[in-house]
């Protein structure tokens, strides 16, 4: 069955060193002012590393911080507490406390959007793929009913400073998981990412 287009951003799929629930989870900081994040956006860091300040992450060489699994913050309308899927971008009092999945050997699943990522042929018998390419995120638009992020795969090649490196198809009866139709969903993991730089450049997964 062809896939649709429904993207739904990075879905955790299999931790690296970190088990479940928290995966290796790390906590950053979002600034009041800052931008809404959805869960399963990539995010960077706002100023530096050292700082631990989040903001949504821009397709390009910068190298990401994670990808974001939901909030806390002191709601300034309620006067308490909340726990939030997304940080809509408004409305808290003083600092959010943010969730980044950012375990260096973290895998998640996404959808993919262009022609350029299908195989062709069949998983035993395909004459092209894009496991072991590089890839680019775009953030797309996320859902303020569910918290899910908009973000999706929007190229792929040999760029090195891409964020994400693709590890496989994700073949099942669901949505995206036909592997020769446009808009399959891939396992991806981390390659240019803050916990994977190396000083010269990204260092790839292993």
Do not use: H
């Not at 390419?133 to 973000?151: D, E, P, V």
């Not at 090649?157 to 139709?181: E, K, L, M, R």
């Amino acid at each position: 069955m062809a896939n649709t287009q429904a993207y739904f951003g990075f879905t955790q799929y299999q931790g690296g060193a970190g088990g479940a629930p928290t995966f290796a989870q790390s906590t950053r900081r979002i600034a009041s002012s800052s931008g809404a994040i959805y869960t399963g956006d990539p995010v960077m860091p706002a100023v530096s590393t050292a700082n631990g300040y989040i903001v949504q992450a821009a397709a390009g060489s910068t190298a990401i911080a994670g990808i974001f699994v939901g909030c806390k913050y002191l709601n300034t309308s309620l006067g308490r507490t909340v726990w939030s899927s997304y940080w809509p971008g408004s409305g808290a009092t003083g600092d959010v406390e943010a969730y980044v999945i950012d375990d260096p050997n973290a895998r998640f699943i996404v959808q993919t959007s262009t022609t350029a990522f299908p195989i062709t042929g069949t998983l035993s018998t395909q004459t092209s793929g894009v496991q072991g390419q590089y890839a680019q995120f775009t953030i797309g638009t996320g859902n303020t009913s569910t918290g899910r992020s908009g973000a999706y795969l929007s190229a792929v090649g040999t760029t090195v400073t891409y964020p994400f490196i693709i590890v496989d198809y994700n073949v099942g009866v669901q949505n995206g998981g036909d592997p020769t139709s446009q808009y399959c969903n891939v396992i991806v993991g981390f390659n240019n990412e803050v916990w994977r730089t190396n000083g010269a450049g990204p260092t790839g997964i292993s």
